[in-house]
Each structure stands twice: as C-alpha cells, then as structure tokens.
C-alpha cells in the first residue's frame, strides 16, 4: 500500500499531504475488494447449496410415489437440468474467483512460514504469535469449508438418486438412470490454481506444507 505519486520528491512539502490520502484509498479499496469477494463466494456457494439438498429432498418425496412412476422421465429430466444449472454457476464462480482464493490461500501459507522469523527477532510474548498463527489456520478453515459444504451437498444428491426404487422404473429410465448417476459422480466443486479442489482436504495440505516448509527454513537459518 505504500505507493508514492511520481513526481514529487520526498523532500517537498506536498509529499505527505498527497501520498497519505492515497495510500489510504489504496488500503480500504483493496480491503473492501476482499471483504465484497468473500461475501459473494458464501453466498454463490450457499445458493449451490441450498439448490442441492432441494434436489435431493425432491427424489426422496417423489421417490415410490404413483405421480413418480407415471412420469419418470420427466422429472429425471427436471433433476438433470436443476444439476446443470448449479453446475455452471459453480464452474462460473471457479472462473471469476479463483484468483482470490489463490492469493488469499498463497499468502497465508507464506505468512504462516515466516511466521517464526518475524516474532522470532521481536520482543514480545508466545501469546502474540500463537494468536496470529490461530487467526490465519481459522481464516483458511473457513475458506475450505464453504468448499466442503457444496461438494457434500453433491453427493448427497447423488446418493439420494441412488436410493430410488430404480428397479421399478422402465429400461429406458433406467438407462438414463446411469447416465445421470455417472454424471454425478463428478461432484460440483469449487477450484483453484496450485491448491486444486478447496475442501478440508486443501485446508490440511496447507498447514502441513506451512509446518514443513517453516521447519525447513528454521533448521537452515537459525
């Protein structure tokens, strides 16, 4: 954030008056860039969610009902266009917001490796460190949880339709039956470059890799 305007030399009276409310704009503009990304993931990512488990609440309602067995293709068609959709939309998230998760993710795994370089040569107490280090692993939790949350609510869909009495619809149905169900074997998921699919799983990789790498750079360095 400490961008100075060419031109003006630091000894000039108009130094500080024109590069400090600058700087200033230049900090809250990027801090409100992140807060307003953040809350349109959640949301994005709530709505998948939500449209989800109403598609898998559908298949169980209809599931063994007469109104079901009289029309199957119909609403296997209604659930795959439904699945689509949310599909998109989360591959039109991954599109528009992976870089965020990747500097936010990048930057906290570097943060959390030279966090023992930075508290190591200042004069304060373990309770200074250990809080920050608390503050980044909850901050990457939170980020790999709402990925959680709509991979888990694809397969929950999927094992909705798994569970229908598929052996009473006609062959054709049930041909298209196994299509859907291989289509839904890829879950919906959110990405990103260099950490791939967020999940609990990219949230234990990176403290892992965190660990190792500050290990690694303590036993060289100190």
């Known amino acids: 954030m400490y961008y100075f305007i060419p031109g003006i030399p630091p000894d000039s009276i108009f130094f500080y008056p024109v590069n400090l409310p600058i700087q200033l704009v230049i900090y809250f503009l990027a801090l409100l860039m992140v807060m307003w990304s ?32 009289m029309q199957e293709a119909k609403y296997l068609r209604i659930i795959y266009e439904k699945h689509q959709t949310i599909s998109e939309k989360a591959n039109q998230l991954t599109l528009s917001f992976w870089h965020v998760y990747f500097q936010k ?14 508290f190591q040569s200042a004069d304060s107490s373990i309770f200074v460190p250990l809080l920050a280090c608390c503050l980044m692993i909850t901050q990457i939790f939170i980020l790999c949880f709402f ?7 694809s397969e929950k869909m999927s094992q909705a339709l798994y569970m229908t009495t598929w052996y009473e619809m006609s062959l054709r149905n049930q041909k298209n ?10 879950p919906i998921k959110v990405e990103t ?24 750079l303590y036993t060289v360095f100190m």
Do not use: H, P
């Open 177 to 186: 039956l196994l299509m859907l169900m291989t289509r839904f074997n890829l």
């Open 147 to 153: 990925g959680q949350i709509i991979w888990n609510s």
């Open 193 to 216: 470059f260099g950490f791939g699919d967020i999940s609990y799983y990219t949230f234990v990789q990176i403290c892992k890799a965190s660990l190792s790498y500050a290990t690694i």
């Open 105 to 118: 993710l990048f930057s906290i795994m570097l943060y959390l490796c030279v966090l023992i370089f930075i």
């Open 38 to 69: 953040d809350v349109i993931i959640m949301i994005v990512i709530m709505y998948c969610d939500a449209e989800l488990r109403t598609i898998a609440e559908f298949i169980e309602i209809l599931d063994g009902g007469k109104d079901f067995q």
